[in-house]
Each structure stands twice: as structure tokens, then as C-alpha cells.
């Protein structure tokens, strides 16, 4: 049962535009949600997280928009740059100290 | 965040053996996990490692597999027992500090024949 689902496998956007990946949710008890970029042979680095009492979260060139009612998120990067292409995963977790469960992953490609 | 360092970067091992993984921070965290990613997969939570207490293991994750140690606060290790080549994956593990945001180690990449 894949409760966190990102049904876009792979996004391509030229540089300078704007990239919106979304994400999609079905547990309820999730409270806290995170994205994370990762390059191939690294780890996920950590990009932006928002808490499920918030609608919007900025941080530089990345915002997270959540939509409870949907449980539906979206990470946008604006603008895009080339080194911003990575794969990029959102995970939710049930308060702190807990696991988080991660979707499958959009490949980001961004071209000059 | 944190510098999390993990040994082996990866390894090739043959099946029926085992191969310990090892995770270093360079703070004090209590709360450290183990994660898998299976070619092509997401990240799955293998286990919760809380220093003071027995690890926690996911539905589908067992001890005998996946032993594992947190002996103080800065580090912990997981153990792939009697490997198969399905357990061939990137081991990472990852920390938080009580903020609920994860910080992960640059994995562990192992190919099991």
C-alpha cells in the first residue's frame, strides 16, 4: 500500500522556468511533510519541510504549497536551475521521532 | 543538520555471508534510522535505533537479519546477515535532532552475487 504516491516518474523543464513537482498522500495521521533531493551515489539532502498546520512554506527559490483537504503537496523551484536536476522525493511522517514515508521519487532534468 | 558518515561506501559481497555497516555523526543524536533503497524503489524504513533501548524493526524486517547496534549516541551500526541477491540495495542511515526533519548519511551501496 503506497501511501505516498508521486505519479510524475520524470519532469523536464528548461532552465529558468519554473518546476512543480507534486506529491499525493492517502493517510491522514501524516503532520509533517518533507521533500529531498537526491543525486545519484549520495544521500537525500534535505531541501523543505511543512508542517500540516501551514498551507505554504518558502525557502529561497523552493516553496511547498500543501492542500490538506486534497492531501496533495507540491514542491515549486523558481527559477530552475541546471544543478537542481536530481530526483526528488517528498515523505510524510506522523509527528517527530518517527519514520517517514517517502514516495517513489520524480526525476528532475533541467535544460539549458 | 549534521556530517553523517557511513563505511563501506559499497561493497560486493557473495551470498551467505555478512556485512556490517557502519554510521558516524558528529553530534550527539538520539534518535537514528536505518533505511533501504531497493534498485529502482523508494526509500524503506528498515529500523528505529534509539540509544538506551532495542531497536525497533519495521513489518517485514527482522532481527536475526538485520542486527543492529547503537552503542552511545553518535553511532550505530546495521548488519545484513546471510545475504541473498535480493538484499542487494543502498543501506542509508539518518538522524534528527527532535525537529522532525531527517538527515541522511551518503549510503552504502551493496551488491550481493
Known amino acids: 500500500d503506497q501511501q505516498v504516491k508521486q505519479n510524475s516518474p520524470s519532469l523536464s523543464v528548461q532552465e529558468g522556468r519554473i518546476s512543480i513537482l507534486n506529491c499525493d498522500y492517502t493517510?491522514?495521521?501524516?503532520?509533517?511533510f518533507l521533500w529531498y533531493k537526491k543525486y545519484p551515489a549520495e544521500g537525500p539532502t534535505f531541501l523543505i519541510s511543512?508542517?500540516?498546520?501551514?498551507d505554504k512554506n518558502e525557502d529561497g527559490r523552493f516553496t511547498v504549497f500543501l492542500n490538506k483537504s486534497a492531501k496533495h503537496l507540491s514542491l515549486h523551484i523558481v527559477p530552475s536551475q541546471p544543478g537542481d536536476s536530481a530526483v526528488y522525493f517528498c515523505a510524510a511522517s506522523e509527528g517527530g521521532g518517527n519514520k517517514l514515508t517517502f514516495g517513489t521519487g520524480t526525476q528532475l532534468k533541467v535544460e539549458l | 543538520s549534521a556530517v553523517i558518515s557511513q563505511k563501506p561506501s559499497r561493497d560486493i559481497c557473495q551470498r551467505g555471508t555478512s556485512l556490517t555497516i557502519q554510521c558516524q555523526v558528529d553530534s550527539q543524536v538520539t534518535m537514528m534510522f536505518w533505511y533501504r533503497q531497493q534498485p529502482g524503489q523508494s526509500l524503506t524504513l528498515i529500523a528505529t535505533?534509539?540509544?538506551?533501548?532495542?531497536?525497533?524493526?519495521e513489518s517485514g524486517f527482522v532481527i536475526d537479519k538485520f542486527p543492529i547496534s547503537r552503542p552511545n549516541l553518535t553511532f550505530s551500526t546495521l548488519t545484513v546477515s546471510n545475504m541473498s541477491p535480493e538484499d542487494s540495495s543502498i543501506y542509508l542511515c539518518?538522524?534528527?535532532?527532535?525537529?522532525?526533519?531527517?538527515?541522511f548519511g551518503p549510503g552504502t551501496r551493496l551488491t550481493v552475487t
Open positions: 535505533a534509539n540509544q538506551g533501548s532495542e531497536a525497533t524493526y
Open positions: 539518518s538522524v534528527e535532532f527532535g525537529n522532525y526533519e531527517q538527515y
Open positions: 493517510n491522514s495521521m501524516f503532520d509533517y
Open positions: 511543512i508542517s500540516s498546520i501551514k
